[in-house]
Structures are given as C-alpha cells and as structure tokens.
C-alpha cells in the first residue's frame, strides 16, 4: 500500500460550509468503541457515517473449533451489560436443537437470572441516558443496587460481569441459601430505589425537553431497520420473544410488555423504566413458584442429560460410566446430530438469536449471533438527523448499544 | 384464519411453481431454497402478498459449504410475520467463483449492515448495495475469513514466538 506523507483534503473541502467532526472511536460522550464522522453545520447534525468493528473479535470463526459447552464464555462477551441472557439463550439454543426437555425448577432459576440481569441491562441504559442529559446522581445512586443483582450472580455462579453462568441441561449447582437471601434483598430494596429514579427523571422537565422529540422513529421504519426489544417497542409495536415465542416456561408468568408510540428517547427510558418493573414482577412470580417446590423437586437443578451435562466429581473418581462421560464432555467428543436451528431469546436490548448450523461433527459447522444492536444501530443516521449534536449523543446512549455484542 | 407452514408452501409453489425447492421444516421453522437470481422477486412476494406478510428481516448471514460445488456459498434470510407471528428461513446459493446475488436493502433497510458483513466474511457480491465494503474487519483486508479455505490457527504449533504474551 503506497504510504501517504502529507495529508490531502477532498476537493471542495474549504469552500464547503458545513464542519465535518470525528466523534470518537472512543470519546467520553460514547459509551463504548464508536466511532462516528459527521457533518454539522454549526450545531445541527447534516449527516454521520458510523464505522464499527473496532473490537471485533471473530466469534463466529472460533465457536466452529469448540464444543457446545466452551461457546457459552464466548456469549458472555456479546451483551456485558447481561451476560446471563446471552448465557441462557445459548443453553436453550443447544437444548432445543438436541430435544432436551428440562424440569420446570431449572426453568424458573433461569427466569430469575434472566429478569435480574434485565434490569441490570435497563438500570444502566437508563441512569446513562440521565447522565448524558446532565443528571449523573441517578447512575450513581443505583449502581449500588446493580451490585446487588451481581452478587446474586456471584453466588450462584461464582463471577459477576462475563458469567458463564449455567450449563446446558441445567445449573452448574444448585441454588444456596445464601443465594434466595440474597434474592430477598434485593426484592425488598430495589423497588422503592426504582421509583426514586423514575421520580428523579419521568416528570422531571430539563430531562423531558431534552429526549422528547429527539431520536424518534416510526413504527414501520423501526421494523423495515430490523429493530426489535424495549427501542422497538418504544415505537409502539408490542414485540416481545417472551410473549410471541415463549422459552424457559414465560408463559407461565404474568406480565405486561409496555409499549410507547413515538419511539423518540423519552419513550425508549419509559418502556425500559415499565419492563423493569415487570421484571421484578416476574422474579417474584417465579421465586413463590420455586418455594412451592417439595421434597426432592426441591433439589432439582439440571436436567439427566448425561451427555452433555458433567457429573459430579465424586461420581466421576467413584464410577466408570461418569468418568467417560466426564473425558467425553471435557474432550468434546460428543457428536451433534445434523440439522440447523434458529433460536432467539429477549435480551437487554432486543431479540438475541442463535443460528447453529450442525454437519453431525463435534463443533457447529457455522454459528451466527443475531445480534440486535448491530442492526439497529444503522437507524442511527436516520434517527439523529437534522437534530442537535448534543441529542444525537442521547439518542446513542438511549439506543443502549453495546459494542462487545455489536461487533460481536 | 392462522397461517401455517402448509399454507406458506402453497403459496409459494403455485407462483412460483418449481422455482421454489427443498421444504422442510426443522424445529417448527419452514425452510426452502430457490435459485438466486429470483431472491428479490420471491422476497418481495412474502413481503408484498397480503396473506403471507413476512415483513421483517430477522437475520441474514451466510454459510460455506466447501463441498457443494458450484453451490459453495448459501445466504441465509429469517424473515418474520409479527401478527401471525412465524418465521420463515430462505435461502439462496451461489458459486465461489461468481458471488453476485441481489441485494434485499432495498426492501428491507436492516439488510444493508447485514449484507456488508456477509461480504466481510464470505465475499459474497450483493449486487446493487448502496455502499457494499467490509464493516467489521480492517479494508486492507484481502481474504474473507469465514470461508472454510482459512481455517483457524492449529493450536498445537510450537514454532510461535510467545515470549510477547509471557508464555515464552
């Protein structure tokens, strides 16, 4: 590549009258690598080109070299701000496409996990949008409650942000006590601090001003940009995997999916504000369920699958079937059946999909993450134009982007 | 009246005729293959035709299949109908050697990101794209990686010099 000594501008670049403004790749104003060139003129966006790729770490290429098993710390890199879902929706990409069936115990622990790391997904879109309007005590304030949901991780899984959190078939162990304590606390805190944020924001009117009207889109261009999750339906269409494809038993739960009808930014907050909420309906609704649980249902955390699930070391330094089954697993010699699935799952920021493609060798033959903010995040130009610079840096927050899942 | 996969077929065999091949369904998702050179023209049909309504564009990736000759490359669209609510999977192949297969952004603006990175990794000539370059690798790049032909780095090589990742 011949190598450029001076830099050249466009033609036309002096006499033209807009400005062009590289915004990042990293920027205080952009959470997470994005980079964006722009033009304004004066303070009014013309036009954006935004180039992603910046911490692009070939995913797809090396899941087809590991075992089913060795791709879930892969997915915990995808969506940080919620591991556990991306965890999860793997497992139940893998158990549906091998026809696994799980007790009902397993999928209510999994509900929990799943509606905890939601709102720790919305806490944190939600208190960044504040920050970016010029509010930074909202972020600060519930980061202590984010801690508590990642110490109920910790508790069951052992680490907090990148979580690798379960197994396929099941749980890694079972629940501790410690764990539903733990659980209680923050059922019995988290509320009321929720409401204090709402308050702090919902009616307040410096925030009102500053994302309605901003960041909007229709409906039907929300959907032709292949939205999906609370910014879809912040636009008003009431999509949601959890209701129209339920997994892990959601039909067993009674909950609204809010809906806004701009789709500007004040109603992506509200709809993220709403489902939290929900969320924690949900987690109650399936903490009493897994209470109901007697004798040794009450136990139950994985599912007989010895194939794909590990057994328990003593069995394994004890017993002759578990210790091959162990090697096998640990080696990845488990041949997968042939066929292909496409599986999606709800996640922080809209519907997380999984297309595993399966020759009947030990590895996928080709996996593909849907990956919900890479393709919404084209809307972006279209969202920000003609508006201020400074709501375009809202609008981006508030879109909730993620770059780890983006550039997958 | 629902729809249901059967009547998705129909529908399609009888405009299409034999054009359309390979149904079958897996894990409760109809899928089917037709030549590309009528993918925007089958397309349009499920996103035009009142009573089919597949209006969304899930995903759209694409797969190397180094065996199939002539057929190397596939491109794969999950399409969704909200109000019925089922999905569909389509999917068009095309030879390594000539990779042009029309573009579905005109149709469907969330296909143009996606598109850009199946030609990122697979190479594939999206014939009419608005501004078809790669989007999450370097532009220097001269190789598409997620083809088969380059495979990953066999992990048991000795001659590395891993002194850089205090290994050495």
């Avoid at chain 1, 519930?142 to 990642?150: D, G, S």
């Avoid at chain 2, 005729?17 to 409760?28: I, Y």
């Avoid at chain 2, 049909?45 to 990736?61: A, H, N, V």
């Avoid at chain 2, 990101?113 to 999450?136: A, C, Q, S």
Wanted: hydrophobic share 35%; proline share 4%; with cysteine.
């Amino acid at each position: 590549m011949e190598h450029q000594t001076h830099i050249t501008l466009p033609k036309g670049s002096i006499e033209k009258t807009t400005t062009t403004l590289n915004i990042g790749p990293t920027h205080p104003a952009t959470h997470g690598v994005f980079q964006n060139i722009m033009e304004v003129d004066g303070e009014r966006v013309v036009s954006t080109e935004q180039t992603v790729g910046y911490i692009h770490r070939a995913f797809e290429k090396l899941a087809e070299r590991r075992p089913l098993y060795q791709i879930t710390p892969i997915t915990d890199r995808l969506n940080y701000c919620s591991s556990p879902i991306n965890n999860m929706g793997w497992h139940i990409t893998c158990e549906r496409f091998l026809k696994l069936e799980l007790p009902k115990r397993v999928d209510y622990l999994r509900v929990i996990i799943m509606e905890l790391a939601r709102i720790s997904d919305h806490l944190i879109c939600n208190s960044i949008v504040g920050v970016d309007t010029g509010a930074y005590t909202g972020f600060l304030y519930v980061m202590q409650y984010r801690e508590l949901i990642y110490e109920i991780y910790e508790e069951v899984c052992g680490s907090r942000l990148t979580t690798n959190i379960g197994r396929i078939g099941g749980f890694e162990r079972n629940f501790t006590n410690t764990a539903f304590t733990k659980l209680e606390k923050f059922l019995n805190e988290y509320p009321k601090v929720l409401k204090e944020f709402e308050n702090l924001f919902a009616r307040n009117r410096i925030f009102m001003e500053r994302t309605q009207g901003t960041g909007g889109i229709s409906a039907a261009r929300a959907m032709n940009y292949g939205f999906t999750g609370p910014n879809l339906r912040a636009a008003g269409v009431d999509y949601d995997v959890r209701v129209q494809q339920p997994y892990s038993s959601y039909q067993d739960f009674d909950f609204k999916v809010p809906v806004g009808t701009t789709g500007d930014n004040y109603d992506r907050f509200l709809v993220r504000n709403a489902e939290m909420y929900e969320s924690i309906s949900i987690i109650k609704q399936a903490y009493q369920k897994i209470q109901e649980f007697k004798g040794t249902d009450a136990e139950v955390y994985h599912a007989d699958v010895p194939e794909y699930y590990l057994p328990k070391k003593e069995d394994v330094y004890t017993k002759m079937e578990a210790l091959i089954w162990h090697f096998k697993i640990i080696m990845g010699e488990i041949d997968l059946p042939k066929g292909q699935i496409y599986s999606a799952v709800e996640g922080g920021n809209g519907e997380l999909g999984f297309y595993l493609v399966s020759d009947g060798g030990r590895t996928p033959f080709r996996l593909h993450f849907r990956r919900p903010c890479f393709i919404y995040y084209q809307a972006f130009e279209e969202l920000i134009k003609g508006g201020m610079l400074s709501d375009a840096v809202v609008t981006m927050s508030s879109l909730n982007l993620i770059a780890g899942e983006l550039d997958a | 009246m629902a729809l249901s996969n059967e009547t998705i077929q129909n529908k399609l065999v009888e405009k299409f005729g034999d054009q359309v091949l390979n149904f079958s369904t897996a894990s409760g998702i109809l899928s089917f293959e037709s030549s590309k050179e009528i993918n925007l023209k089958v397309l349009q049909y499920l996103y035009e035709e009142p009573s089919l309504g597949f209006t969304f564009l899930t995903d759209l990736c694409g797969v190397n299949y180094p065996d199939n000759k002539g057929a190397e490359l596939v491109v794969v669209y999950h399409l969704h109908n909200f109000s019925e609510n089922i999905r569909l999977r389509y999917s068009v192949s095309t030879s390594v050697t000539e990779t042009a297969v029309f573009t579905a952004s005109k149709l469907f603006e969330s296909a143009n990101w996606m598109e850009r990175e199946t030609y990122d990794f697979f190479g594939i000539n999206f014939v009419g794209h608005p501004n078809l370059k790669r989007i999450l690798n370097v532009d220097e790049m001269d190789y598409f990686p997620l083809r088969k032909e380059y495979p990953l780095e066999d992990q048991t090589r000795i001659d590395k010099d891993d002194e850089m990742f205090g290994r050495g």
